[in-house]
């Protein structure tokens, strides 16, 4: 789970920026909280709330880095993609950090790094308990000795391996994490024990997963459903749930190297499904209007296309229908029913921009009820930004659950938590406080002076 997480110098986050998941003071709905690690209590979910360019995508898209860049890493001939605070000559100069505090295994972690366009100027994973930090690996390309690995010369005696280690670290490039550097170049087949680093990456690769309004790939359970009719009757049960008019989903084999997509896309699959630890890789591909069921066999990339399947009025027989063929808000359920399932079944962090886009906000708040009543007890989290005002609602969300994202005038974008900024009571009325702006992080209209200037020019 992901308890804490900072980013600096990123877009519109010029300054440091703290968002953490440790539960306040509030006693209500106790259930929104877990305990993953003894001692370490956090939330299950999250809320993020601000106007249109507040930053909330930004921050979306900061998490999402430090993923791709430690699964896909950088390409030999390409820059890392470095996106700093573009309104300060100072920032432009500086390097971008950001920094993930997790639990799993039974571990607390901190990873972090910072970087450049060019290199990568700081690296470091620790594990952290009550009393102590353990430093697992450190990196800084000003100290005298850029890398620090002796935690893991300690834990791996014999000499062929400490060797092994010491020539791998000093042979990371400047512009490529280590950590992408032990996927990439398989560490674990010449050294025993760096279990900590495998536990790390495959938090990276199997737990936090990052939904945008136009995912075209994702992960997800959603492939088991092909060969387990427990859970394809689930995506019956929920299809109807949400009043879609679907009576049944079915599968078609295709081939997967006809389907058009670019050999990057195809390549970008292929490397993603390879990496994850699961002993059945699986993913979902939204292209050409289409649904595909994408799974990794024996090295083989295989794929299956989703048909939904209606009842014709007059003579009851069933129509097949693409994706395509079905509404904005159907399509988009089709990307939460994945999600329900992968969060119901535990172990993920998933993180989900604009999630009410297509979706009625009877069905948005739906899908958040079924999230805390089914994970009840389970280690999964769901972090969402929103601009869906009727969520602001202490019913439904705990006060340490809700963040507000805004921009100030210099384009600079800050987080505050809501329980940590206002001091509320349980009868307040969020929404219509929020909309009034007493919280701020809404729109600041000007007055219609403008509009009408532009009346008059549009008239002459």
């Not at 620790?126 to 690996?137: A, D, L, S």
């Given at each position: 789970?992901?308890?804490?997480?900072?980013?600096?110098?990123?877009?519109?986050?010029?300054?440091?920026?703290?968002?953490?998941?440790?539960?306040?003071?509030?006693?209500?709905?106790?259930?929104?909280?877990?305990?993953?690690?003894?001692?370490?209590?956090?939330?299950?979910?999250?809320?993020?709330?601000?106007?249109?360019?507040?930053?909330?995508?930004?921050?979306?898209?900061?998490?999402?880095?430090?993923?791709r860049?430690?699964?896909?890493?950088?390409?030999?001939?390409?820059?890392?993609?470095?996106?700093?605070?573009?309104?300060?000559?100072?920032?432009?100069?500086?390097?971008?950090?950001?920094?993930?505090?997790?639990?799993?295994?039974?571990k607390?972690?901190?990873?972090?790094?910072?970087?450049?366009?060019?290199?990568?100027?700081?690296?470091?994973?620790?594990?952290?308990?009550?009393?102590?930090?353990?430093?697992?690996?450190?990196?800084?390309?000003?100290?005298?000795?850029?890398?620090?690995?002796?935690?893991?010369?300690?834990?791996?005696?014999?000499?062929?391996?400490?060797?092994?280690?010491?020539?791998?670290?000093?042979?990371?490039p400047?512009?490529?994490?280590?950590?992408?550097?032990?996927?990439?170049?398989?560490?674990?087949?010449?050294?025993?024990?760096?279990?900590?680093?495998?536990?790390?990456?495959?938090?990276?690769?199997?737990?936090?997963?990052?939904l945008?309004?136009?995912?075209?790939?994702?992960?997800?359970?959603?492939?088991?459903?092909?060969?387990?009719?427990?859970?394809?009757?689930?995506?019956?049960?929920?299809?109807?749930?949400?009043?879609?008019?679907?009576?049944?989903?079915?599968?078609?084999?295709?081939?997967?190297?006809?389907?058009?997509?670019?050999?990057?896309?195809?390549?970008?699959?292929?490397?993603?499904?390879?990496?994850?630890?699961?002993?059945?890789?699986?993913?979902?591909?939204?292209?050409?209007?289409?649904?595909?069921?994408?799974?990794?066999?024996?090295?083989?990339?295989?794929?299956?296309?989703?048909?939904?399947?209606?009842k014709?009025?007059?003579?009851?027989?069933?129509?097949?229908?693409?994706?395509?063929?079905?509404?904005?808000?159907?399509?988009?359920?089709?990307?939460?029913?994945?999600?329900?399932?992968?969060?119901?079944?535990?172990?993920?962090?998933?993180?989900?921009?604009?999630?009410?886009?297509?979706?009625?906000?009877?069905?948005?708040?739906?899908?958040?009820?079924?999230?805390?009543?089914?994970?009840?007890?389970?280690?999964?989290?769901?972090?969402?930004?929103?601009?869906?005002?009727t969520?602001?609602?202490?019913?439904?969300?705990r006060?340490?659950?809700?963040?507000?994202v805004?921009?100030?005038?210099?384009?600079?974008?800050?987080?505050?938590?809501?329980?940590?900024?206002?001091?509320?009571?349980?009868?307040?009325?969020?929404?219509?406080?929020?909309?009034?702006?007493?919280?701020?992080?809404?729109?600041n209209?000007?007055?219609?002076?403008?509009?009408?200037?532009?009346?008059?020019?549009?008239?002459?």
């Amino acid at each position: 789970m992901l308890q804490q997480f900072t980013v600096e110098n990123f877009l519109s986050f010029k300054d440091r920026e703290v968002f953490k998941l440790q539960p306040g003071r509030g006693s209500r709905n106790k259930e929104h909280k877990a305990e993953p690690v003894k001692g370490h209590w956090i939330l299950k979910s999250a809320a993020l709330f601000g106007p249109n360019a507040g930053g909330k995508s930004n921050f979306v898209e900061a998490l999402e880095l430090g993923k791709r860049l430690v699964l896909l890493g950088t390409s030999a001939e390409s820059l890392i993609d470095y996106r700093p605070f573009r309104l300060s000559a100072v920032c432009k100069k500086k390097d971008t950090t950001l920094t993930y505090q997790i639990l799993c295994n039974n571990k607390k972690y901190e990873y972090g790094f910072s970087y450049n366009a060019e290199r990568i100027s700081k690296e470091w994973l620790k594990q952290i308990t009550r009393k102590t930090e353990h430093i697992i690996f450190s990196r800084d390309i000003t100290a005298a000795e850029p890398f620090n690995i002796s935690y893991l010369i300690r834990l791996n005696p014999k000499e062929e391996e400490r060797q092994f280690l010491s020539f791998f670290a000093k042979a990371t490039p400047q512009h490529q994490l280590f950590l992408h550097e032990v996927i990439s170049r398989n560490l674990h087949d010449n050294v025993s024990n760096i279990e900590d680093l495998w536990e790390v990456i495959r938090w990276f690769v199997d737990t936090l997963k990052v939904l945008f309004p136009n995912t075209s790939y994702k992960q997800g359970g959603m492939l088991k459903a092909m060969n387990d009719e427990q859970l394809k009757d689930v995506f019956r049960i929920l299809l109807q749930y949400f009043d879609t008019g679907i009576q049944d989903i079915d599968f078609i084999d295709v081939e997967f190297d006809k389907l058009g997509i670019t050999q990057e896309m195809k390549q970008f699959i292929k490397t993603d499904l390879s990496k994850s630890s699961n002993a059945e890789a699986f993913g979902a591909l939204r292209f050409d209007n289409n649904l595909y069921l994408i799974s990794l066999v024996d090295g083989v990339i295989k794929a299956k296309k989703l048909q939904t399947l209606h009842k014709r009025i007059d003579d009851k027989e069933r129509e097949y229908f693409s994706l395509g063929d079905e509404s904005d808000g159907t399509q988009r359920i089709f990307d939460y029913i994945p999600l329900i399932l992968d969060l119901i079944q535990g172990e993920k962090v998933f993180i989900v921009d604009e999630m009410e886009r297509s979706l009625h906000p009877v069905l948005m708040r739906k899908l958040i009820e079924l999230f805390f009543k089914y994970s009840n007890n389970i280690s999964t989290q769901l972090i969402f930004t929103t601009h869906e005002s009727t969520l602001m609602d202490q019913e439904l969300l705990r006060r340490d659950e809700i963040w507000l994202v805004e921009k100030n005038t210099e384009g600079v974008s800050s987080l505050s938590r809501l329980d940590e900024k206002f001091n509320l009571r349980f009868d307040k009325e969020l929404e219509k406080s929020y909309l009034k702006g007493l919280f701020g992080a809404t729109p600041n209209l000007s007055d219609e002076t403008s509009i009408q200037k532009l009346g008059k020019l549009l008239t002459t």
